[in-house]
């Protein structure tokens, strides 16, 4: 089986070696190869996809920057896709199908951690792809409002109008207005890709949570990103991105592979798995 990974700036992905790992459990060969994007355009972007298909590849996983893009290059959209409006994971038959384990994998990431406990108030970084998968994950999750900030002023307000059509109560909110309210939040999410390797620095700027909030953060590479390290300096909940990554890789494993019955097989794997990457990651 081939598969890969399509994005800007994914040279230190651990995407090939956790799904490797899956298709050893599944004792699946797998070939899963990096397309890296950053010096291309959209065009070239959409040429590639109709030349992996060809070539015989069962699918992609699609990173920053085109989980929105590729909504409108796709034949068919699953109901979580459309919805949010992104997609993370292409299946190639005749035609090619969107999935979103981005969403799915929140929603077992948060589930993991908390359990059925509804989320409160909660404060968003970023209003792109993998930020649309988190704010319905935690629309459905019941949560009691989004405070949402982007420099993008009109993918903010589109986000934020999407939830809203959801009774969803997510409000955009300025920069300069989180100073006064940031220990009201419950928890802080940065879905932007300030901190990782290629985009260094924090989200929250000089800004500092709390100890009585939890932090998640989408970044992975590195796992200890200065977002994180603020969290653990005033002893806030710490989710790392390692949890989304694994959670979401195994859900879109599932999809290449169409064998969601052996799911209960995969779920003896997390806690493996988890140790694993965070031995390797967060360091």
Not at 30 to 46: Q, S
Request: proline share 4%; aromatic share 10%; glycine share 8%.
């Amino acid at each position: 089986m081939k598969i890969g990974l399509i994005g800007n700036n994914i040279s230190c992905s651990n995407a090939p070696d956790i799904h490797i790992r899956l298709a050893k459990i599944f004792q699946i060969p797998l070939e899963y190869l990096l397309f890296d994007l950053k010096d291309k355009g959209e065009n070239y972007f959409v040429v590639l996809l109709e030349e992996l298909r060809v070539a015989g590849f069962k699918g992609v996983n699609i990173t920053f920057p085109f989980k929105e893009k590729v909504i409108k290059h796709v034949d068919n959209l699953s109901k979580n896709s459309r919805n949010v409006g992104s997609a993370n994971t292409l299946i190639f038959r005749k035609k090619i199908s969107a999935q979103n384990p981005d969403y799915t994998g929140f929603l077992k990431t948060y589930n993991f951690h908390f359990g059925k406990n509804t989320p409160g108030k909660i404060l968003v970084l970023g209003a792109g792809g993998v930020s649309r998968a988190v704010t319905f994950a935690l629309a459905s999750l019941g949560v009691e409002k989004i405070f949402l900030i982007d420099k993008d002023k009109l993918k903010a307000g589109n986000l934020s109008r999407d939830l809203s059509l959801l009774n969803i109560n997510c409000v955009v909110t300025k920069p300069d207005q989180i100073e006064k309210i940031i220990s009201s939040f419950d928890g802080i999410i940065n879905c932007t890709p300030v901190g990782h390797y290629d985009f260094p620095g924090c989200p929250l700027g000089n800004l500092m949570p709390n100890k009585k909030q939890w932090i998640f953060d989408v970044v992975y590479t590195p796992a200890k990103t200065d977002f994180i390290i603020k969290g653990e300096e005033v002893g806030a909940k710490i989710i790392s991105g390692i949890d989304l990554f694994i959670f979401q890789a195994i859900d879109a494993f599932l999809y290449f592979a169409e064998n969601k019955e052996n799911n209960h097989d995969l779920t003896n794997h997390i806690h493996k798995l988890r140790k694993h990457y965070f031995d390797k990651l967060y360091i």
